[in-house]
């Protein structure tokens, strides 16, 4: 089973959360996401999670057991919710790569609205490194099918399709850090972004 996969929230026990339970799951996780990002892994403490989400202490062992735990399922929170974005931004394409792009797009918004995906995945290397891979992976395999599609439908140039993933996803994370992280910024600069639309057109052959 694909541990990126949306599943069924539950609780420390892996119980099926009721509606109440899946909203308090889900506070604790934006306070985790707020903590991790701004103090970093071995600052942040579970006092300072449950602060941030405004419950007690003891509510937070009723749905993670350690502060490892709540990491790794942020990790796998963002990377569902990052994916969806650029789902759904990609499907907007009429080619594939008006698809790559729109999907960067997405990205980037993204990003500019949680800029900790950039600092929490960073942390990842080193707090949890198969989590870090995980995390990578499961955006690289959606990639890996979608230009499968496309070199078979002839839009794109018969390449290996996972070096031409990881290569595309090299570039949105990078040309993401570099004009939204680093700048503070909203969106990508228009100009950049056009040039990103050449260089995928070039790369992907189209």
């Known amino acids: 089973m694909n541990e990126f996969a949306a599943p069924l929230p539950t609780n420390a026990d892996g119980k099926e959360l ?11 996780l934006a306070a985790a996401e707020e903590v991790f990002s701004e103090l970093g892994y071995h600052e942040a403490s579970i006092v300072k999670i449950t602060e941030a989400a405004k ?10 057991s350690s502060k490892q735990e709540i990491f790794e ?27 790559e792009v729109l999907g960067f797009e997405a990205f980037f918004q993204f ?8 600092r929490i995945i960073r942390q990842a290397e080193f707090v949890s490194p198969p989590t870090l891979r995980a995390h990578y992976e499961a955006i690289a395999s959606g990639y890996v099918a979608a230009l499968q599609a496309a070199m078979q439908d002839g839009e794109v140039a018969q390449v290996d399709p996972e070096v031409l993933a990881w ?39 189209a």
């Open 18 to 28: 009721t509606s109440r339970g899946a909203a308090t799951r889900a506070r604790l």
């Open 111 to 118: 990003t500019a609205e949680h800029a900790a995906l950039y």
């Open 55 to 64: 419950v007690a202490q003891g509510t937070f062992y009723l749905y993670f």
């Open 167 to 205: 290569a595309l996803m090299g570039m949105g994370e990078l040309i993401g850090m570099r004009w939204i992280l680093w700048e503070g910024a909203g969106a990508i600069p228009r100009d950049v972004l056009d040039a990103l639309r050449t260089l995928v057109e070039r790369v992907l052959g």
């Open 73 to 99: 399922e942020l990790v796998r929170d963002l990377n569902r919710r990052v994916r969806h974005a650029m789902a759904e931004g990609a499907a907007r394409g009429k080619t594939r790569a008006e698809a």
